[in-house]
């Protein structure tokens, strides 16, 4: 099995719908553009990626969303280098279908409430949709390993929810533990990298906004 030596995943860079939450009411959540901010914190993020993957081959799935799409344009990484695959797994939490603010305000404070990963929104998902989805999605990475030719760097471009959830999935976090951490910021980039002894580390941890709360079972 060739494991990759890197596994990158970046959230996209500031959007329309991050600046301004009323487009929600007018746009798709899937058509939303990057700001002139987003570029150029996708850009910026670009430069990084370039450093760190150098001449290496890279292969990349993209979230289809068109912020998603905008920001690898930005990275600006030589065609030559990467294999690109859209891939709906990686999808932004659907939060149902045109979206009047005031609801979705709502919907989130109740979300607050009642727990980021078991609550569903109406006509939409819950996180542990996604992370259902997201686990199928890694089954399929782990598949593509198999590859002896498999390149030595995969890049994900996708959501602050999703990077989460991936992670989760990957190193066998709880619920609690998932409820504790901050989305990345936009543009942010988590890399987790292979060691000597065979296992994947997190070059930085997820801001935490409270502490894990158990209920005990595997304390």
């Given amino acids: 099995m060739a494991r990759p030596r890197r596994i990158v995943l970046v959230r996209h860079g500031e959007s329309t719908g991050n600046a301004d939450d009323t487009v929600y009411e007018r746009e798709p959540d899937h058509a939303l553009a990057l700001t002139e901010r987003g570029w150029r914190q996708a850009e910026e993020t670009g430069k990084r990626l370039r450093e760190v993957f150098g001449r290496e081959r890279v292969s990349v799935y993209v979230s289809p969303y068109r912020r998603t799409h905008e920001t690898f344009r930005a990275f600006h990484l030589d065609p030559e280098l990467v294999r690109v695959r859209e891939e709906p ?15 979705v305000r709502l919907q989130k404070a109740y979300r607050d409430a009642y727990g980021h990963f078991f609550y569903r929104f109406a006509q939409g998902e819950s996180g542990a949709d996604v992370y259902d989805r997201v686990g199928g999605f890694l089954e399929s990475l782990f598949r593509s390993f198999e590859d002896p030719d498999h ?4 890049l994900l471009v996708t959501h602050g929810l999703a990077m989460r959830l991936f992670c989760m999935r990957w190193f066998h976090w709880s619920v609690a533990e998932f409820e504790s951490l901050s989305n990345p910021g936009n543009a942010e980039m988590r890399m987790l990298v292979l060691g000597d002894n065979g296992k994947y580390t997190m ?16 304390d």
Avoid: A, K
Wanted: charged share 40%; aromatic share 14%; glycine share 6%.
């Fill in 89 to 103: 797994r990686l999808r932004e939490q659907d939060w149902g279908n045109w979206q009047d603010r005031d609801e």
């Fill in 151 to 154: 390149p030595p760097n995969v």
């Fill in 203 to 218: 070059d930085r941890p997820f801001e935490r906004w409270c502490d894990p709360e158990s209920y005990g079972v595997t």
